[in-house]
């Protein structure tokens, strides 16, 4: 499946533009907009009130993380959680 949606139209940090998107050109940005809205399980960091994602991504055969600021909305950082235990 194609990425339908465009870099531009989303709220992300500088770091996810510029360095997730880039290090790793194998996570979709849809993947990431879809985990946010029907996650497994999201906990929120005590230390900066960022909130953790996690979702099945069956291309990968693995459980991805994506981490948002405080506001739930705006992507920061997204990966392949091998350590995730649902």
Do not use: S
Not at 11 to 23: A, E, H, S
Not at 25 to 42: G, S
Not at 61 to 80: C, E, I, K, M, S
Request: proline share 6%; charged share 30%.
């Amino acid at each position: 499946m194609r990425d339908e949606y465009d870099v531009n139209d989303c709220q992300m940090t500088d770091y996810f533009r510029n360095d997730v998107l880039i290090k790793r050109p194998y996570i979709q940005l849809h993947w990431c907009l879809a985990e946010i809205q029907m996650p497994i399980r999201c906990e929120i960091q005590a230390d900066d009130g960022r909130i953790r994602y996690w979702w099945f991504v069956p291309e990968l055969q693995r459980y991805l993380r994506v981490v948002t600021l405080a506001d739930g909305v705006t992507l920061h950082n997204a990966f392949p959680d091998r350590r995730f235990k649902p």
